[in-house]
């Protein structure tokens, strides 16, 4: 069995776990130290089940704590080249990443890690590098896609091989807009390296689902753009408008920002 707790989805930090009874993936690590082991242990977990970290890309709300976490876990920790050197120069990475625990990952490589084949591919974001995965395990396809700022054909693809799909629902772009954010950090949200609203991700969920896909979690929703609630509704929303049903096609969750959703079992 295969399964799936976010432990923070949001600006403030991210932090997901996919595992087995043999093994434990780890996605981006911006969840402090203290937090994770208090977390670990409220879901029975124990941090030695993580055996691979992956990383997406090295803003400080996902890479925070990766060095510390690596260190003292002695975890490898794979990424691409340039989201390890910007790990490196990110000022709110105080411990950084051992250099024998650096593995490099490349777009459309899969790798091996234990019990799961991962397969970065790129999403375009203003970070020093940008990667969606596709990780499967057995005959379960599981997607993350975050931190996106449009939906390219590589990533439609992958989209459409998914059984599992957790992808950015970020803002609400009347909300952006009318907000209080300044005009140039409204233009980095929008200009298609920022990050997708409710309305572009679910015309990327519809547009490139398949009967094989059995649910999606919304994530990395902005506290002062966005709400849960109208970020389920959106999405849902669009996804009537092309005739797919919410319950009956598919399975919809919005995870929380800053404590855990889960436990998630993959089947």
Known sequence: MLKFISFGSGSSGNCYFLYTENDGLMIDAGVGMRTLKKYFREYGLSLTQIHELIITHDHADHIKCVGSISHELHLPVYATELVHKGIDRNYCVTHKVDVADRHLVEPLKPVQM?????????????????VGYMIEYEDIAFCIITDAGSVTEQMASYISA???????????????????????????????????????????????????????????LSEENNHPELARKTVESVLRSYGIVVGKDLQLQVLKRTVPTGVFELS
């Not at 920022?194 to 015309?203: A, Q």
């Open 114 to 130: 234990g019990d799961f084949l991962v397969t970065p591919f790129s999403v375009p974001h203003d970070s020093s590098d940008n």
């Open 162 to 220: 998914a059984n599992y799909l957790v992808i950015e629902a970020n803002h609400d772009r009347e909300m952006l807009m009318a907000g209080p954010y300044p005009q140039h950090l409204k233009l980095r949200i929008t200009n298609g390296t920022g990050h997708l609203n409710n309305n572009e991700c679910g015309k990327a969920i519809a547009t490139n689902m398949t009967e094989r896909l059995r649910q999606v979690w919304l994530c990395h």
